[in-house]
């Protein structure tokens, strides 16, 4: 596994985001290029989203811990109450600044700072959710010439985050959620 990839996916999502990253994730071939999640959580409970996905899951999964670097393999998820963000030596950094859109771990966090890493090696892509959460860091991917993807917002629990993706980032491809894992499969050939 490589410690500087140049390709990596991000991923949002909020209500509704276990049930659609658990449509998702598991289709991931081993070897993919790394993941991070930042699906929403209640800020004083432990997740277990690292352990609900390892048994389901062909890569590795890990809760993100600061400082790691980022390989091949794996899905790291944010862990509670921390922005999980990314460096430009291609290494994890936790934080617990302001929540933004009422969140920490943010989407808009996440994805902004891996588009400032991986710029044109980066896909951003909005799942589920009822915030605006993500839109704006899907149109900084897309800037820094990365792909958009975005789940229709008619196959979503909640449509409110993927409807805001879409109206910030009109060029994006938005795919019925059973298509999403083909997708970024075929874009990582």
């Known amino acids: 596994m490589s410690s500087s990839p140049r390709k990596a996916v ?13 449509s998702l994730l598991p289709h991931l071939p081993p070897d993919y290029c790394p993941v991070l999640v930042v699906i929403h959580l209640p800020p004083t409970k432990s997740s277990v989203l690292a352990d609900l996905f390892h048994d389901k899951c062909r ?74 959460d993500g839109a704006a860091g899907l149109r900084r991917v897309m800037a820094q010439g990365g792909r958009g993807l975005i789940q229709s917002p008619e196959t979503a629990y909640a449509r409110l985050m993927p409807e805001t993706a879409l109206s910030l980032c009109p060029k994006a491809l938005v795919r019925p959620l059973d298509r999403l894992a083909a997708e970024l499969i075929t874009e990582a050939a």
């Open 10 to 22: 991000v991923i949002g999502a909020s209500a509704g985001g276990v049930e659609a990253l658990s």
């Open 59 to 132: 890569m590795r999964v890990v809760e993100a811990e600061d400082k790691a670097p980022i390989e091949a393999g794996t899905i790291y998820f944010a862990p509670p109450d921390y922005h999980l963000m990314v460096e430009t030596d291609f290494t994890v950094a936790l934080s617990n600044e302001a929540p933004v859109w009422f969140s920490r771990p943010s989407i808009d966090v996440l994805f902004e700072t891996a588009a400032d890493a991986y710029g044109a090696g980066l896909t951003g892509l909005i799942l589920t959710g009822a915030n605006e």
